[in-house]
Nanobody, 125 residues
Framework: QVQLVESGGGSVQPGGSLRISCEAS????????MGWFRQAPGKEREFVSL????????HEADFAKGRFTVSRGNAPTTIHLEMATLQPEDTAVYYC??????????????????WGKGTLVTVSS
């Protein structure tokens, strides 16, 4: 089993920046990808970005390119999401997710194996 715990959510004004983090524990040796999804109020959950275990390969949603940056922490079990120029439409619960080794990323519809409980990011003046 793998446990994912997000941290760093909060409130920020439009145009501001925020960093959220996710730490994996448990059978982390079996993880190949970790990433972020978000769900805004009244909307379906959507893919944000994904990074491989080595930190060398990243996939991003179009809206995330140029504003959001996913990275590995000092420990490979931790990832961060740096979000810049935040707008009210970025308000959502941000979920960390992990995919086990043996499967590949085929796009935003790829099923993830483990999920965190989410951290709320609110962008409001």
């Amino acid at each position: 089993q793998v446990q994912l715990v997000e941290s760093g959510g909060g409130s920020v004004q439009p145009g501001g920046s925020l960093r959220i983090s996710c730490e994996a524990s448990g059978r982390t040796v079996s993880i190949n990808w970790m990433g972020w999804f978000r769900q805004a109020p009244g909307k379906e959950r959507e893919f944000v970005s994904l990074i491989d275990w080595s930190g060398g390969v990243v996939h991003e949603a179009d809206f995330a390119k140029g504003r959001f940056t996913v990275s590995r922490g000092n420990a490979p079990t931790t990832i961060h999401l740096e979000m810049a120029t935040l707008q009210p439409e970025d308000t959502a619960v941000y979920y960390c997710a992990a995919m086990l080794d043996g499967r590949g990323w085929t796009g935003p519809g790829t099923a993830m194996d483990y999920w965190g409980k989410g951290t709320l990011v609110t962008v409001s003046s």
